[in-house]
């Protein structure tokens, strides 16, 4: 099974600020990765698919980048509603399987 | 727009049967898209439990694969999820998703999106 390491746990930082989540995969999953934010009480939200493709109605200062087992989600500049947990998630095609990081939260400062 | 809402019991006792499904709506179950279960426990990350495409083709986390059946019913565009002897541990909040799988620069790629509200199951006697 692939595991997925994601660093820090948790996050503080300040509005404005640049972000940048890491995410490590115990073997290649080349950018067979997504990115997930969650919120308190909330479903989980699709923010990256593909290793860096944006998806629908997620803001620009979200990016995605990597490939192999290294792979970055950057939050540009901070906003109020930026504060959450986020999940990397991996999906390896043979056999099929999906896993999840165990997420990092980011904190205000 | 598609949704996704999960349905079921709330209380489920120990070394029983866990029985949960989602209602699709805005989408047919039959296209060309899987449909998974995730869940989460309390105050924890997320674990995947499976997919089913419209095919009946199945694939289940390797850990509760022998407790697991995911099942689709076209007629009522939902598909259900069975947890058999479920225990304490398996106390959580169980999300269905929409499973995207595709072909993106000839690496298979896949992502959940959107997700139902969620359910919360307790396991407790």
């Known amino acids: 099974e692939i595991v997925m390491t994601q660093s820090p746990a948790t996050l503080s930082v300040s509005l404005g600020e640049r972000v940048t989540l890491s995410c490590r995969a115990s073997q290649s999953i080349r950018t067979s990765l997504a990115w997930y934010q969650q919120k308190t009480g909330q479903a989980p939200r699709l923010l990256i698919f593909?290793?860096?493709a944006r998806a629908n109605d997620i803001p620009v200062r979200f990016s995605g980048s990597g490939s192999g087992t290294e792979f970055t989600l950057t939050i540009s500049s901070l906003q109020s509603e930026d504060f959450a947990i986020y999940y990397c998630?991996?999906?390896?095609?043979?056999?099929?399987?999906?896993?999840f990081g165990q997420g990092t939260k980011l904190d205000i400062k | 727009q598609v949704q996704l809402r999960e349905s079921g019991p709330g209380l489920v006792k120990p070394s029983e049967t866990l029985s949960l499904t989602c209602t699709v709506s805005g989408l047919s179950i039959g296209g060309v898209y899987y449909w998974g279960w995730i869940r989460q426990p309390p105050g924890q990350g997320l674990e995947w439990i499976g997919s089913?495409?419209?095919?009946?083709?199945?694939y289940y986390n390797p850990s509760l694969k022998s407790r697991v059946t995911i099942s689709l019913d076209p007629s009522k565009n939902q598909f259900s999820l069975i947890l058999r002897s479920v225990a304490a541990a398996d106390t959580a909040v169980y999300y269905c998703?929409?499973?995207?799988?595709?072909?993106?620069?000839?690496?298979?790629?896949?992502?959940?999106?959107?997700w139902g509200q969620g359910a919360l199951v307790t396991v407790s006697s």
């Open positions: 998703a929409r499973e995207v799988r595709t072909s993106l620069q000839q690496v298979v790629v896949n992502w959940f999106e959107p």
């Open positions: 593909g290793a860096s």
């Open positions: 998630q991996q999906y390896s095609h043979w056999p099929p399987n999906v896993t």
């Open positions: 089913i495409f419209k095919s009946g083709d199945t």
